[in-house]
Nanobody, 123 residues
């Protein structure tokens, strides 16, 4: 059974770059037909899909976050990483990593999510 675990700083200063890592166990990020995704949920708002890296290593970004987002992977560590530059308090959210069958927020019974990690951007 696949498991995903987010890790990173809980507090980031405005204008800095946020870096989060998702460690995957029970599956290889380079096999299958999945999108290894980053999704966030700001307080009091709905979920936002930020981007993904496919099992073939191709990256996809939402138009809303493209200019500040970079997703990469470390296949030896079976991890993938989100970098969000020039953060501001509106980037405060719970950040989730997920293994998804589809891009975006479309749900599939084959999807798996991490527990999420709270990130607060200080002003």
């Amino acid at each position: 059974q696949v498991q995903l675990q987010e890790s990173g700083p809980g507090l980031v200063e405005t204008s800095r770059t946020l870096s989060l890592t998702c460690t995957v166990s029970g599956d290889s990020i380079t096999t299958g037909d999945y999108y290894w995704s980053w999704i966030r949920q700001p307080p009091g708002k709905g979920t936002e899909w930020m981007g993904a890296i496919s099992s073939r290593g191709r990256t996809y970004y939402s138009s809303s976050h493209r200019s500040r987002t970079f997703i990469s992977w470390d296949t030896l560590q079976n991890q993938f990483t989100l970098q969000l530059s020039s953060v501001n308090p509106e980037d405060t959210a719970v950040y989730y990593c997920a293994r998804k069958k589809d891009l975006g927020l479309v749900r599939s019974s084959d999807d798996s999510w991490g527990q999420g990690t709270q990130v607060t951007v200080s002003s």
